[in-house]
């Protein structure tokens, strides 16, 4: 005869209300989890969508994420001829604002050359570019469909592309254009702007700067030689895909990242705390049953068992049941939810450890229960 | 009614020649130590034999509680001797590491309030005693409905405690009781809670149990309307059972 059962069975209602309390504070972790491996996953899908093996940036810097970088837009001509290198292609990076359909929209432009490392590694519907000018694709999350126009700057683009989670490490939706289109969008005056530049003397100035410039090395070529050789002949700054990652999760959103954690490590901790005080409370709620349980014989495993089980129910109904809530809300959520199959593993152990270890205080409140208080109560 | 010692000799109550089911002797309770002791029981010597109903009286504090406790293997004695059902359990200390088994094998609880386990029906309430002696289930579910049709209430045998009456409910307490076939029945005030015509019946009972199983049955009461229903009324005061015993039947 299972007694964690009957009695869960017999307040059954009572029982599901709290779990569906926990469930609730386990969704807000498990949601707090995906949000910090969303922020990093965001944080590494810009750098990691063209497939580049080297990063060359303005001398001096760790750009074009963590720092400003600028550079000539013939850089990559001298990058893809250093020996080892397959491929190279120039970038640019830039944010704006803008208001389409009466809202606003933050987007990340990112301008490259087609056919070369830059653009998006995949589309989800549409084609890439093909034209050289006034052709954008775009991410899902702007809310632009295939075909749209978009006006930015002084100039009109057509959606003829569409992909898929791919944010900045802001969260800002990403749309590629053309390098020539980002260039202009980018650096290029409106006209009362130049007429006042050109009054003043101001030199006129080429707008062919990129921020950075992205080499894919030959198969048996060593991309940490090849950064090598940009930084001592061409004198500028060269990074492999590692360390832009490195540089990019350690610096770019490090504080946020550790607020984050900081703010799960907070919530584990609490839900800790909650999910003892829930069972000490189940277990003051039956010591007299326990009393008398005792009295008429019952072994201590016996009310080990009840405790425990039901501590254990909760637990894993309340997971159960707040991963999917979160699993059903995650696309809702503003910025990425990133849920991982270990992620839901590790916290389910961890709910587990902490239901086992909180259960241990009402164990010993019942081992402590004198059989003698059945009688004349 | 005649005086008479709690040691009935051995020809037992009625002049049967049986032993004693609980035999206590010079058993002494006290709590804590110095000026804060107190001497909850002192020198009780008693036997208890198979078929009688005894009653046990005495005024709030007199060690009456405390009494049930130690014949129920709660409280330990802090010294004399101790027999039950033919095993000596104590004799200036416990000689027996599993009391719970030895209360689960020997001794049946009916309580004031049934503390019936309201997350079990009647059935169940009944059959967790053999389940708990690892009783098989149909057997153990057996001999509960068989316990709670002698107690006549074999009806509500899938009612939760909450829509027991009193009666219903004390009636089940004593199924429970009984299901593990004790033959030393421990009662703390088991009418209290009852209107006099069901404290009848349950007394009744009691007896009808303590006749047909061989088992004895003391039972701490206040209850002056039941005081009839018993073999022998046993008075303890200031810890000491005093040397008038009632005989009743």
């Known amino acids: 005869m299972n007694l964690a059962l009957r009695d869960i069975r017999h307040n059954l209602g009572r029982f599901l209300l709290t779990c569906v309390g926990l469930s609730l504070l386990l969704a807000v972790v498990l949601s707090m989890i995906g949000i910090y491996r969303g922020l990093v996953a965001d944080a590494l899908t810009l750098a990691r969508a063209p497939g580049a093996d080297i990063w060359v940036v303005e001398s001096g810097t760790r750009g074009p994420f963590a720092e400003a970088s600028r550079i000539p837009g013939d850089t990559r001509e001298q990058i893809a001829r250093l020996a080892g290198v397959a491929v190279a292609g120039s970038v640019t990076f830039q944010s704006i604002e803008t208001f389409h359909r009466a809202r606003k929209l933050r987007l990340q432009i990112v301008g490259y050359e087609p056919g070369r490392p830059g653009g998006p590694a995949e589309i989800a519907g549409g084609r890439m570019i093909a034209r050289s000018h006034f052709e954008i694709v775009a991410d899902q999350r702007t809310g632009l469909a295939l075909g749209e126009r978009l006006r930015l700057g002084r100039d009109e683009f057509t959606v003829v592309g569409l992909t898929r989670n791919m944010v900045s490490s802001g969260g800002d939706a990403i749309i590629y254009m053309t390098l020539l289109d980002s260039q202009a969008l980018q650096f290029e005056l409106a006209p009362p702007a130049a007429r006042r530049e050109k009054a003043r003397g101001a030199a006129g100035g080429g707008i062919d700067t990129v921020n950075a410039v992205l080499a894919r090395v030959a198969p048996n070529a060593s991309a940490i030689e090849v950064a090598e050789a940009a930084r001592r002949w061409k004198h500028l700054s060269a990074m492999t895909q590692g360390e832009q990652e490195t540089i990019l999760t350690r610096s770019v959103v490090e504080k946020a990242r550790q607020q984050i954690g900081l703010f799960t490590s907070i919530l584990l901790l609490v839900s800790t705390v909650i999910i003892a005080l829930i069972i000490y409370t189940m277990t003051m709620d039956k010591l007299k049953e326990i009393a008398t349980l005792k009295l008429i014989g019952a072994p201590d495993r016996r009310i080990v068992a009840l405790i425990l089980q039901q501590a254990l129910a909760m637990g894993a109904i309340g997971f159960g049941f707040g991963a999917m809530l979160i699993v059903s809300v995650k696309d809702y959520f503003p910025r990425r939810v990133l849920l991982q199959p270990e992620d839901g593993l590790m916290l389910a152990a961890a709910v587990i450890l902490v239901c086992v270890l909180a259960s241990g205080l009402g164990v010993r409140l019942a081992l402590k229960v004198d059989p003698a208080t059945a009688l004349g109560s | ?249």
């Not at chain 2, 307490?173 to 009984?178: T, W």
């Not at chain 2, 033959?183 to 007896?207: F, H, K, N, W």
Request: aromatic share 4%.
């Open chain 2, 1 to 249: 009614m005649e005086p008479r010692t709690a040691l009935a000799g051995p020809d037992g109550p009625r002049g049967r020649a049986v032993a004693p089911l609980v035999e206590l002797r010079n058993i002494s309770k006290h709590f804590g130590a110095g000026e804060t002791r107190v001497d909850a029981l002192r020198d009780v010597s008693l036997d208890l034999h198979p078929g009688e109903v005894i009653g046990l009286l005495g005024p709030s504090g007199s060690g009456k509680t405390t009494l049930l406790n130690v014949i129920g293997c709660i409280v330990e004695p802090s010294s004399g001797w101790m027999r039950l059902d033919g095993e000596t359990v104590y004799d200036e200390k416990w000689l027996r590491h599993d009391l719970r088994a030895l209360r689960l094998e020997k001794i049946g609880f009916i309580f004031q309030f049934h503390n019936l386990l309201p997350f079990l029906d009647s059935t169940d309430n009944v059959a967790i005693v053999l389940d708990m002696a690892r009783v098989e289930r149909g057997a153990a579910r057996a001999r509960a409905v068989e316990l709670l049709d002698y107690l006549e209430v074999g009806n509500r045998r899938n009612a939760f405690p909450a829509s027991l009456s009193g009666g219903e409910a004390q009636r089940v307490a004593i199924a429970r009781a009984l299901a593990n076939r004790p033959r030393i029945i421990l009662a703390d005030e088991p009418t209290a809670a009852l209107d006099s015509q069901r404290a009848g019946i349950v007394m009744d009972l009691l007896r009808k149990v303590a006749r047909d199983q061989d088992a004895a049955v003391i039972a701490v009461t206040h209850d002056e309307k039941i005081y009839n229903r018993f073999d022998r009324i046993l008075t303890l005061r200031d810890g000491r059972l005093d040397g008038e015993e009632r005989e009743i039947r």
